[in-house]
């Protein structure tokens, strides 16, 4: 999955005009356009496509985590230049404040089944002898478990169906 189709997903699922994107990028201290975001959202095979980096993804979901729970007082939160599955998971986790018994069931929304250990793996820091990689299809299937959740359907819109990339698991 790319950096943008993740943003295009997350918008879908919450429902996020282009104001509130702004303003959540805004959370995280960053500012931008509302013609950047636009271009962040369109299809790769658009002219005026840019591509969404790591950073910028890290800076928009420390954004939707303080947005959702509050800023911290003592210090922001510096976006990630390199990002993974797990950070991504992580992060949305954190936003949302979920446990690990709410990202199972929504999991279950989506009818993507893995025990509480397994998912507890994808939380572990990477050096760590339990450690495991999410990849693209657990994300996938929790942010589809979001769609249920948050938006009653299970089947995305056209617009943004998946794209199978090199990384997929």
């Not at 509130?20 to 995280?28: D, G, L």
């Not at 359907?153 to 617009?159: F, I, L, V």
Request: proline residues 2%; charged residues 35%; contains cysteine.
């Amino acid at each position: 999955m790319t950096n943008n189709d993740l943003l295009r997903r997350i918008r879908f699922v919450f429902d996020f005009n282009d104001t509130e994107m702004i303003a959540i990028f805004s959370q995280a201290d960053r500012d931008v356009t509302r013609a950047q975001i636009s271009d962040w959202l369109k299809r790769e095979d658009d002219p005026a496509y840019q591509e969404c980096n790591d950073k910028l993804l890290a800076t928009f979901l420390n954004g939707f985590i303080n947005e959702k729970r509050g800023k911290k007082e003592d210090s922001l939160e510096k976006p990630e230049k390199k990002l993974t599955n797990n950070i991504i998971f992580n992060k949305l986790k954190i936003a949302l404040s979920l446990k690990a018994e709410n990202v199972l069931a929504i999991l279950e929304l989506s009818e993507f089944h893995i025990s509480k250990h397994e998912l507890s793996a994808f939380f572990r820091k990477s050096g760590h002898k339990h450690y495991r990689e999410c990849k693209d299809q657990v994300l996938r299937n929790f942010l589809n478990g979001l769609q249920i959740k948050y938006r009653g359907t299970s089947k995305p819109e056209k617009e943004f169906e998946w794209k199978q990339t090199s990384k997929e698991g």
